[in-house]
């Protein structure tokens, strides 16, 4: 197969290999690893190690340093400890060159590097392959509307909570004043705690999800001539991300 390569006319015949070559050495137990530590269905963690093979390919050809999307750089990640497949099998022998795995480490000016050279690697991926699937590719604008989605449902939540102790201080109003006071000062130690707590749990989860769009890291390459440590260096998580532009 040649993966829809559209832009690229592939007159090395690298696309045509690497859209065929086995991810890991043994693929199948990969993609097991892939979807268990992502809590991934299996379906999807194969077409993420598919879009995967495609970040490697944009990796090579690019003019410069791609970022890959927070799925894609889950799989790398993974690859990375399979030392013989990824540095001999994959770099030293099917690419020609060390690909550098180049983690952040969460500086802001780095992260706004990183969303950088995500939206150019978006590009190069368009050119080249067409349109990224956006499940595995968010696109920059994703998590704003994801922050705007949190920010809606937390407003939804606290609005039905104060009309429902509205309708409960009612309610005990009539059974007698001291009941009205309890049912008030729960209310407002309610939409305190919502206020307070909200914001960090919302945020916690939309990390949970997908750690935003991109991987937080980036790729370089070196000619052959690079040492296997130069990829074995990087075989740690990233550090930092690509923040609100995602």
Known sequence: ??????AAADPTGLWATLSNFPIGSRPSAFERRLADANGWSDAFAVRVIGEYRRFLYLATIASFEVTPSKAV???????????????????????????RHLPGSGDADEEARFADQYRRTLTLYQEVFGSPPDDIWRRPQAD???????????????????????AATSSA????????????????????????????????????????SCGGSGCSTSDSGGSDGDCASCGGSCGGGCGGGD
């Open 173 to 212: 109003a009539i059974a007698g004043p001291a009941a009205a006071f309890l049912v008030i000062v729960l209310v407002i130690g309610l939409v305190i705690g919502i206020a307070v707590f909200a914001p960090p749990m919302a945020e916690r989860r939309k990390k949970k999800d997908d750690g935003g």
């Open 73 to 99: 750089d889950e799989a790398w990640h993974l690859h990375l400890e399979d030392e013989d497949d990824y540095h001999r099998k994959l770099c030293a022998n099917l690419l020609g060159r060390t690909l």
């Open 144 to 166: 704003d509307d994801q922050g705007n989605d949190e920010a809606e449902r937390r407003n939804r939540l606290v609005f039905g909570t104060i009309c429902a102790v509205l």
């Open 1 to 6: 197969m040649n993966g829809n390569l559209r």
